[in-house]
């Protein structure tokens, strides 16, 4: 058996691991990634509530607070995905930022997701996001029952989405083999995973059978749908598992391809270290002789091993990592060939030897009603002395609402490992919580299911280039505000003049657009949203332009593959704390002056007669084929005309480009006299040709219908070719024409940072308190911001409520050197 020479990295004295190493390095260093994680006050919620949350933003790294940006967003998606329904828009400073998010109680239930990020977060992907899922249940209230949404800040979407019942698709069954390939005649480790159709694993049993239907091995995977087996393919045969699933039925699942040649990386924990074997098989035909090989292991970016060595034959190359010796997280190893090409990936996880030790002590076991708690937060390193962290306080009715997948996350789990992986991992908390040899069985299968790099080895070494130098989305030191000059056709209007009006501060600011037309304005300050007042010229000094600003909201929703997931089943403790959370929502209303809840009105019956939102006196047909609704569309303006639009949108269109004019042809239409051309309809008026609808900017149509075969046929024989029918904004009877966009000017409302409001905390020892009733149930207390001095102890008080129960006390946050801190009692509290 061979092993790895090792060297430090830049001190090898092989060329190619150098280069690697230098690589590395120089990704981390110029794209700078950041993480971000949200500390919730509850699990889960009933709608009208608020979510309390604090906001880390750390270097992706060294998980040091702080960070190149100096904006956050944060926003609640609809369970579809579709739809932003909140959006809170935050000052980060040194890392920190804490707000809040009013739920309407008109919130339909489901399983929503809370996510966070930054503007220099989107040129990694969603991946690099925090997300949560968040279950949100609604209750039935008392009458009166009709209830009017309120938002603070950002505008909330209240309206319900239409619940579609999750498919009763087969559950999906996927096998990975370890480092990435399965190589004849080399045994290796095969990943499992099974998991239902919204994403949630399945206790699962099966064989791995060959093309002759032979018994090659079998696994089953427990509850969380995760496990391995050895196996050893044999050169052009076919594999696959038939899988007894939980409902008692068999189903056969295809292997990956067997390669006749490749590499097999195995890794192994063995106490304190991790293992790593590698076996190789040549091509048939290839050069005897050793083959060069090279192994690189990082932790987020720190390079931790670099060895050389050469393989020959059937021998077997085995490297030793020391856990106690690396940094804690999600270990990435890659093998090399002697050609630099990435050949073998694995991931493995290294626990922190030396975590952070956060106690929560309270001065009394149990408490009554409306009584002071005092309590202490002690913050050590391993060694036993003090040290500072910045952290939150969530005090949480323990009795809460039915749990999911995600409710268990911590900012543990999260720095360590979910944020190195992509997808949803159910569950991180489990392996964190009590580690023990299941826990790290299992967190070693997910590692294998569920392996992600933040770049692709082969696309780093192609480039000497910064990866920087493609982002498209800089860090946010401040709120801006920023667009483009276009002329009427959609097409850029290079280098004009801008001068910004702001009424508030009586200021003018003259700038220029570039050659893209584009232009951006930095520096606002977020404390007030107030107009601007934007006016443009062309070089020449025209105001025959439009000015088209960026959407205030910087990231919109991402629909999520179907089926959705779904809420657990109703428990009596989900009545129960429905109808204490429904209590407290009254006394919000009643009581707290700065309560964003609407009052509850009596039912109300209007009686009228509803304008559909498409109506046009200019249209004869009724249904069309198919529709095209611009509004769906990013960005129109990219057009230069309609039929550029149409272009791939629509089955059965076919248009093809003729020096200056268009030929334009819809599939299942015919006409008697020979013709192929369909009709062409502005706002229902009929249009010569093509050429007439060419003058019509994308930017002014409403939607674009349509027409063939019988659905034509109102048209009679001019219709027999199809019907094209496009109709203009303002050809709409419902058209604002407060909205048309005017000539070389645009108005604005200027973005503004969220006030987070101030969570309610009577001081009982004030007579002025002692007689209102105290609306606190689910969440009996929240601290947004403890910082816990260098001497490691801090201390608040707070008071109990009228509400009793058992009360979970939740301190979470970040040390001064990086390590997640994390810490948790119970309140045991008398009811008044």
Do not use: C
Not at 329 to 353: K, M, N, S, Y
Not at 601 to 625: G, I, M, W, Y
Not at 673 to 683: A, E, H, I, N, V
């Amino acid at each position: 058996m061979g092993a790895f020479a090792v060297f430090s990295a830049f001190q090898n004295p092989d060329p190619a691991i150098q280069r690697l190493a230098t690589r590395l390095q120089y990704f981390y260093t110029e794209a700078q990634p950041e993480i971000s994680y949200l500390h919730l006050n509850q699990a889960a919620y009933v709608a009208g509530e608020t979510v309390w949350f604090k906001a880390y933003v750390a270097d992706a790294n060294s998980h040091q607070l702080d960070s190149l940006s100096r904006v956050l967003y944060v926003d609640v998606v609809s369970p579809s995905g579709r739809r932003v329904l909140l959006r809170r828009t935050l000052a980060l400073r040194g890392g920190l930022a804490h707000g809040d998010l009013a739920l309407p109680d008109t919130l339909a239930q489901g399983v929503y997701t809370v996510r966070a990020y930054t503007h220099w977060m989107r040129n990694a992907g969603e991946q690099l996001f925090f997300s949560r899922r968040v279950p949100v249940w609604q209750t039935a209230p008392a009458a009166p029952d009709a209830a009017a949404s309120a938002s603070v800040g950002t505008a909330v979407h209240a309206r319900r989405e239409v619940a579609r019942p999750v498919a009763s698709s087969r559950p999906d069954v996927q096998f990975f083999p370890e480092g990435g390939d399965y190589v004849a005649g080399l045994s290796t480790v095969v990943g499992v995973k099974a998991v239902d159709a919204t994403g949630a694993g399945l206790a699962v049993r099966g064989e791995i059978l060959d093309d002759q239907n032979q018994v090659q091995g079998s696994f089953s995977t427990p509850a969380l749908g995760m496990s391995a087996f050895s196996f050893s393919p044999a050169a052009g045969r076919r594999y696959h598992a038939r899988v007894v699933l939980p409902n008692g039925t068999a189903a056969d699942y295809p292997l990956p391809a067997v390669q006749p040649a490749g590499w097999v990386m195995n890794v192994r924990e063995i106490g304190n270290t991790l293992r790593v074997l590698i076996r190789h098989r040549a091509a048939a035909g290839a050069a005897a002789g050793p083959q060069a090989l090279r192994l690189l292991a990082h932790v987020r970016g720190v390079l931790v091993y670099a060895g050389q060595g050469q393989i020959n034959g059937d021998e077997i190359f085995s490297a030793t990592l020391s856990k106690d010796k690396l940094p804690a997280g999600v270990l990435h190893l890659t093998l090399f060939d002697e050609q630099q090409i990435a050949r073998a990936e694995r991931l493995a996880f290294v626990p922190d030897p030396n975590p952070l030790r956060v106690a929560v002590r309270s001065d009394r076991p149990s408490y009554g009603a409306r009584e002071a708690v005092t309590l202490e937060v002690e913050v050590r390193n391993a060694a036993g002395l003090p040290t500072g962290a910045e952290l939150s306080v969530a005090v949480a009715d323990e009795a809460g609402l039915p749990a999911t997948g995600t409710t268990d996350a911590t900012i543990e789990s999260h720095l360590l490992l979910t944020s190195e992986l992509k997808g949803y991992v159910e569950n991180p908390g489990y392996y964190f919580r009590q580690p023990t040899p299941d826990t790290r069985l299992a967190l070693d299968y997910l590692l294998l299911t569920q392996g992600w790099s933040r770049f692709v080895w082969r696309e780093l070494l192609a480039s000497d280039t910064s990866p920087a130098a493609a982002y498209r989305f800089l860090p946010e030191q401040t709120l801006t505000l920023g667009g483009r000059l276009v002329r009427t056709n959609g097409k850029p209007v290079p280098n004009g003049t801008l001068t910004l009006y702001q009424q508030a501060n009586k200021s003018v600011n003259v700038s220029q657009a570039n050659d893209a037309g584009r232009f951006l304005y930095q520096g606002f300050s977020g404390q007030d949203s107030a107009k601007v007042l934007l006016q443009a010229r062309t070089e020449k000094g025209s105001n025959n332009i439009l000015i088209q600003l960026d959407e205030l909201w910087p990231l919109p929703a991402t629909p999520l593959p179907l089926p959705l997931q779904v809420l657990p089943a109703a428990t009596p403790e989900l009545a129960a704390y429905s109808q204490r959370s429904r209590r407290q929502q009254v006394l919000e209303r009643q009581y707290l002056p700065d309560s964003t809840r609407s009052i509850l009105l009596r039912n109300v019956t209007v009686k009228s007669r509803a304008t559909p939102p498409e109506q046009s006196v200019f249209s004869l047909h009724s249904n069309a084929d198919y529709v095209l609704n611009l509004s769906d569309i990013p960005s129109t303006a990219a057009f230069s005309d309609i039929f550029q639009l149409l272009q791939g949108r629509v089955s059965g269109l076919q248009i093809t480009r003729s020096n200056s004019s268009y030929n334009v042809m819809i599939r299942g239409a015919s006409s008697i006299t020979g013709s192929s051309q369909p009709l062409y309809l502005l706002d229902g008026m009929p249009i010569s040709d093509a050429e007439g609808l060419m003058g019509v900017a994308p930017v002014t149509v409403e939607r674009i219908e349509v027409l063939k075969g019988a659905s034509a046929a109102i048209y009679g024989s001019r219709g027999a070719g199809g019907v094209i029918a496009v109709f203009t904004k303002r050809g709409n009877f419902n058209y604002d024409y407060s909205k048309e966009p005017a000539a070389g000017v645009a108005v604005r409302q200027l973005p503004a940072y969220h006030r987070a409001r101030e969570f309610y905390a009577p001081r009982y020892e004030q007579a002025s308190a002692a007689n209102r009733p105290d609306p606190r149930a689910t969440t009996l207390y929240w601290l947004p911001r403890l910082s816990v001095p260098a001497s490691g102890t801090a201390r608040f008080t707070f008071y109990t409520a009228d509400q009793g129960g058992t009360f979970r006390v939740s301190a979470e946050g970040i040390g001064a050197t990086g390590q997640p801190a994390l810490g948790s009692t119970s309140l045991t509290v008398s009811a008044r």
